[in-house]
Nanobody, 124 residues
């Protein structure tokens, strides 16, 4: 599975961005898609995840109510709509895929495939 993330950029606080992650290759082997982020000097952290089939979603508390994850099965694309952005949302955002449904969608160790990140910078 190959993952290609895009949509990052520079935005002012309070603004919005939409990230996209296109999956290719053996996409049938991916059942959960997730977004993670890593800010400079910090560990990578979970943002949101969605199941391909049912569309079940799960969010980190820090983004709940501001970010929305969705997917377009036909386009093999997962989106992360980010509203009311804050400077603390500044990070490189990564999309990831995992082959097993299971639990702990927030755990990056459970993900099998990773894309290159896209930079999101929120100015104050």
């Amino acid at each position: 599975v190959q993952l290609q993330a895009s949509g990052g950029g520079l935005v002012q606080a309070g603004g919005s961005l939409r990230l996209s992650c296109v999956a290719s290759g053996r996409t049938f082997s991916s059942v959960i898609m997730g977004w993670f982020r890593q800010a400079p000097g910090k560990e990578r952290e979970f943002v949101a995840a969605i199941s391909w089939r049912a569309g079940s979603v799960y969010y980190a508390d820090s983004v709940k109510g501001r970010f929305t994850i969705s997917r377009d099965i036909a386009k093999k694309t997962v989106y992360l709509q980010m509203n009311s952005l804050k400077p603390e949302d500044t990070a490189v955002y990564y999309c990831a895929a995992r082959a097993m449904y299971g639990s702990r969608w927030y755990d990056d160790a459970q993900y099998d495939y990773w894309g290159l990140g896209t930079q999101v910078t929120v100015s104050s």
